[in-house]
């Protein structure tokens, strides 16, 4: 009798650990289920970096033909971003990320910096097609809290040094990596 009432209590203890496991896992689904902000979708970062790179290009296209540049050697654009968030919102997956570029260009042996941008995108995509574009989504009501705490945290000088460092690595044939903001002939 003693190792059936041995056996009996080894049973209950397994149905007792199977019921908690299935509770735990059942509550932690649940948990994932209703959280909107997704984990498993990063790679839609690198899809809204290379859009904005897409249309920075064409942009560039017409802008390089202008008499101002002139003279000019090896015009480049750089880019960092920090991510804030993907949130799933009516079936959409909204993305949220701050995006920082520079346009630089070489003359006369020098580094110049032409323009530069630190903008906040909230890119909407259905089925991973983007579906719409918005700049500085950020202040807009709708943006989740978490979202915008994120974006509190980000170090935009930090972003700008990623940029910097970038176009010094770039241009590796010039001597004097100083970055001038002055280009007297333009």
Do not use: C, W
């Not at 970062?45 to 942009?59: M, S």
């Not at 993305?95 to 042996?109: H, M």
């Not at 580094?111 to 574009?133: A, G, K, P, W």
């Amino acid at each position: 009798m003693t190792k059936r009432k041995i056996a009996l209590g080894i049973v209950v203890v397994v149905l007792i650990g199977a019921l908690l496991t299935i509770g735990i896992k059942r509550n932690k689904k649940e948990e994932v289920d209703n959280n909107t902000y997704l984990m498993d979708s990063d790679y839609l970062y690198e899809k809204v970096l290379e859009d904005i790179k897409l249309k920075d290009t064409k942009a560039d296209e017409t802008i390089n033909q202008d008499k101002r540049y002139n003279g000019t050697k090896d015009i480049k654009r750089f880019y960092t971003y920090e991510p804030l968030g993907i949130v799933l919102e009516d079936g959409y997956k909204e993305v949220y990320l701050r995006v920082a570029t520079g346009k630089y260009y070489l003359r006369e042996n020098k580094i110049y910096q032409d323009t530069t941008s630190n903008v906040i995108y909230s890119y909407r995509f259905l089925d991973d097609d983007i579906v719409n574009v918005n700049n500085n989504a950020l202040f807009e009501d709708k943006v989740p809290k978490k979202i915008k705490e994120a974006n509190a945290k980000i170090d935009t000088a930090e972003m700008v040094k990623k940029i910097e460092e970038q176009v010094k690595t770039y241009y590796t044939k010039v001597s004097d990596k100083t970055i001038n903001t002055h280009d007297e002939n333009r």
